[in-house]
């Protein structure tokens, strides 16, 4: 007599733009075979994802927008975040939910965990000195915490550790001579693109130059510039483009180095107005401690980097999650064996 199948589990795909959500397209092994589906922001990113997965969008929100003088902007999207995730989740059910954070998701987690979903986060590998607030919340009541530095393992004693950081050995593709400077999917970063602007126009930047200014952004005249890009188009640009300049998002870090760019980072800073707090100096300052990046925060400091990074070959690195995909895997299995 054959056995009934049993029905395939429901996972839960939750992320804030940018870095946090590419962490999870990494983990597609581990969700790809099963019933599926994303809440994000409806960042470039997040949008090209809903063409192929089932996707649903919610706010930016983050504790970080009260800092910077918006705290009915933070309310606002709180409040619309609390009954949207209430109704995603309500529809869809999920057995379990995997998180890499942060705030715009943290509503949607809550939900999922309230209504029975076995809930993993997995700390932003964006954390590498100091826990993020998202995690912090979410950890107590998580069923698996996973963090990818060595050093968060003090703040989370129960935690699996996983760092997925792999310098590679393959040849960097040929490249063009061509400058692309991208602000990331979230916010304006008006100080990198002016930066990039003034040695343009004093010659230290003769390759062509191509800026990705974020919405609202400053737009300098003479150079082409784009709010904003589909991921495939962003993944062009890196292909063919020999120095790469941006923010200190581990989402733009690894995409660039990956495609083998010689990468200069400036991170947005919490004491300029530019983030909610210092985790991209904490990320670029890991980073550029392996030799994987080279970092700037002024026009003479861009200027510096650039000499540099010219005069040496790329360095390629990658994330690797096959151990942290493993270990998910077999989260998930066990919950199919209690159903």
């Not at 010659?203 to 904003?228: N, S």
């Not at 530019?274 to 700037?296: M, P, S, V, W």
């Not at 070959?313 to 096959?322: K, L, R, S």
């Amino acid at each position: 007599m054959r056995l009934p199948e049993k029905p395939k589990l429901k996972l839960c795909l939750a992320a804030s733009g940018g870095g946090h959500v590419r962490q999870l397209l990494d983990l597609a092994p581990v969700w790809s075979v099963h019933d599926h589906f994303f809440i994000t922001e409806a960042t470039a990113l997040g949008v090209s994802l809903a063409k192929e997965h089932r996707t649903y969008f919610v706010p930016h929100v983050a504790v970080g927008q009260a800092r910077l003088g918006a705290p009915m902007r933070m309310l606002k999207g709180a409040l619309f975040s609390f009954f949207q995730s209430a109704r995603i989740i309500w529809k869809e059910r999920p057995d379990v939910v995997i998180s890499t954070g942060a705030g715009a998701v943290f509503f949607a987690v809550a939900w999922a965990r309230l209504f029975g979903a076995h809930t993993v986060v997995v700390e932003s590998f964006a954390r590498f000195d100091h826990p993020s607030i998202f995690s912090r919340v979410a950890a107590p009541w998580a069923h698996d915490m996973v963090v990818q530095s060595k050093a968060l393992a003090a703040f989370y004693p129960k935690a699996k550790v996983f760092d997925p950081l792999r310098v590679l050995e393959d040849q960097p593709p040929p490249k063009k001579l061509l400058l692309f400077a991208t602000v990331g999917a979230t916010l304006p970063f008006d100080r990198l693109v002016d930066t990039v602007t003034a040695l343009k126009a004093s010659g230290e930047i003769p390759e062509e130059l191509i800026i990705q200014t974020g919405i609202g952004g400053h737009t300098p005249d003479g150079i082409e510039t784009f709010e904003t890009l589909p991921f495939d188009q962003i993944q062009e640009l890196l292909r063919d483009a020999a120095i790469v300049v941006c923010h200190g998002g581990t989402g733009s870090l690894i995409t660039a180095l990956r495609q083998g760019c010689r990468v200069i980072a400036m991170p947005r800073l919490k004491e300029r107005g530019e983030h909610y707090d210092n985790h991209q100096a904490e990320i670029t300052k890991a980073f550029a401690a392996r030799g994987l990046i080279t970092l700037a925060e002024t026009p003479a400091e861009l200027s510096e980097a650039l000499k540099i990074v010219r005069a040496r070959p790329p360095v390629m690195a990658t994330t690797d999650p096959t151990e942290l995909v493993a270990y998910l895997n077999d989260i998930v299995e066990r919950v199919k064996l209690r159903q």
